[in-house]
């Protein structure tokens, strides 16, 4: 082998040294993105379950009827803090990317100038002298290489730190901000969940039913003097009274009568001298005990209904104000207030009214 074949091998291994050296940056920074996605995914991973547990929560309130709102806040809050945290990992990543790019493209040059170098000193100077001096030379533009690449990995961990001291600050005024927020919506919901209330009671109050009192004791055995009943006065506004309900209809002004259907529009009542009830001259057999009528006052002859009047009787038959007296007489439909139907108090005998 002659002295320059030597020399170009020398050369050609500097050379190839130095393709090493690049391979070795590179492959460190390279390490160091993969890193960054590894830690990224891992992030990813968190947040996703984060949202599956939310969605479970926002479900579970929903399937109650719950207020979700202040769980969908948090959840599009997460979701744009992991967009911007992709981004941001997005932009760390092409950085590493383009200083592997010039850390290689500035190494490969430090080579090729060696090399140059190299084939010069075969041409110029003696094979003794120009043995060393490309060793050298090599070294030298190794140290510049790698002292760069530690450098580039300094500066890129200084703005991965930075940037995560940036996101931990945002996060920190964005973890605030939604609280105060869904604190002043769930003062609204409930401030308006109060008004509807309210509002659908007095819906009901005023045309679905009502609370009155009992005062006497006509209504004896069933209602006593003091106890409270809600009246429907929806019902018959889709439906006709019917025989054994118990009404609430006026009397005079500001008074108004509880008592119990016994006939019905086109049929005709009596009330027998031994206390029996004929409707349309039979005897009524009724579900429930009640004692004998020792007074059918008008009753006691026939009395024939219209088609829109009704003959009532107290309950308590020896002591009661009913259809039998003629200032009560027969009750008009458009004078039925509505049908007792449940005794509210006293709370023993909560329930409803037969």
């Known amino acids: 082998m002659g002295y320059f074949d030597e020399e170009e091998n020398k050369a050609q291994e500097a050379s190839d040294d130095m393709s090493a050296l690049a391979e070795g940056v590179m492959s460190k920074e390279e390490r160091a993105a993969e890193k960054a996605r590894l830690k990224e995914e891992k992030q990813r991973e968190k947040e996703l379950r984060q949202r599956e547990k939310m969605q479970k929560k926002v479900e579970k309130k929903k399937a109650k009827g719950l207020f979700v709102g202040d769980i969908e806040d948090k959840m599009n809050s997460l979701a744009s803090d992991a967009d911007k945290t992709a981004e941001a990992a997005g932009e760390a990543a092409e950085k590493v990317e383009e200083a592997a790019v010039k850390t290689a493209e500035s190494t490969e040059k430090a080579a090729g100038k060696a090399a140059d170098q190299v084939a010069a000193a075969v041409i110029t100077e003696k094979a003794e002298d120009n043995t060393a001096e490309p060793a050298e030379g090599i070294a030298a533009d190794d140290k510049p290489a790698e002292q760069g690449s530690e450098a580039q990995g300094e500066k890129q961990e200084a703005e991965e730190e930075t940037g995560k001291k940036k996101r931990k ?119 429930k005990k009640f004692d004998r009528m020792t007074n059918a006052g008008v009753a006691a002859e026939p009395i024939t209904l219209g088609p829109d009047e009704y003959f009532v009787l107290g309950d308590n038959r020896t002591n009661s104000r009913d259809s039998r007296y003629a200032d009560v007489g027969k009750i008009k439909r458009d004078k039925i207030i509505g049908k007792a139907v449940f005794r509210l108090t006293p709370l023993k005998k909560f329930g409803k009214i037969d």
């Open 169 to 287: 600050k945002k996060n920190k005024g964005k973890d605030v901000k939604p609280e105060d927020v869904n604190i002043v919506r769930d003062l609204l919901s409930l401030i308006i969940y109060i008004g509807i209330v309210i509002f659908i009671c007095f819906l009901i109050v005023t045309f679905v039913g009502r609370r009155t009192s009992v005062n006497g004791d006509s209504m004896n055995p069933t209602l006593q003097s003091g106890d409270s009943v809600w009246v429907n006065m929806l019902g018959y506004k889709f439906s006709d009274p019917e025989r054994y309900d118990i009404i609430v209809f006026p009397y005079e002004e500001n008074v108004h009568y509880i008592k119990r259907i016994i006939g019905l529009p086109g049929e005709t009542v009596q009330i027998t001298k031994t206390g029996d009830i004929l409707i349309n001259g039979k005897v009524l057999q009724e579900p």
